[in-house]
C-alpha cells in the first residue's frame, strides 16, 4: 500500500520551468519503478518518464533534454524537472509507483504552459 501525493504544477510561460514533485508514504528504496505520466484533454494517459529503484531513467522522445526524472530516496520523494516547457506539454500530470505488481496513483496536477 503506497499513497502518493504530487505538488507544482501550475501556470508557466512557454519557455519556463516547474518542478514537480510526488511524495510517497512509504520508503521508496522498497518501489521497483516510479514514473509521471500526462493526459492531455480528451486523451489517454501516456508515459512521460519513469526512474527505477537501480536508478535507471526513461523518457518519451517529446520530453528528452527538457525534463529530468529523479527520486530522493532519504525524502520518498520522486521529482520532474520540467525546463523549456512548450504550450504541448500542457497537461494533468500524475505520479505512480508499482511496488510488487501493484501500481499506485497521485491526484494528478494541472500544468498549463500559455502565454
Known amino acids: 500500500q503506497v499513497q502518493l501525493v504530487e505538488s507544482g504544477g501550475g501556470l508557466v510561460q512557454p519557455g519556463g520551468s516547474l518542478r514537480l514533485s510526488c511524495a510517497a508514504s512509504?520508503?521508496?528504496?522498497?518501489?521497483?519503478?516510479m514514473g509521471w505520466y500526462r493526459q492531455y484533454s480528451g486523451k489517454e494517459r501516456e508515459l512521460v518518464a519513469s526512474?527505477?529503484?537501480?536508478?535507471?531513467?526513461d523518457y518519451v522522445d517529446s520530453v528528452k533534454g527538457r525534463f529530468t526524472i529523479s527520486r530522493a530516496n532519504a525524502e520518498n520523494t520522486m521529482y520532474l524537472q520540467m525546463n523549456g516547457l512548450k504550450s504541448e506539454d500542457t497537461a494533468v500530470y500524475y505520479c505512480?509507483?508499482?511496488?510488487?505488481?501493484?501500481?499506485?496513483w497521485g491526484q494528478g496536477t494541472q500544468v498549463t504552459v500559455s502565454s
Open positions: 512509504r520508503r521508496i528504496l522498497s518501489i521497483n519503478v
Open positions: 526512474i527505477t529503484d537501480s536508478g535507471r531513467t
Open positions: 505512480q509507483a508499482r511496488k510488487n505488481g501493484r501500481v499506485y
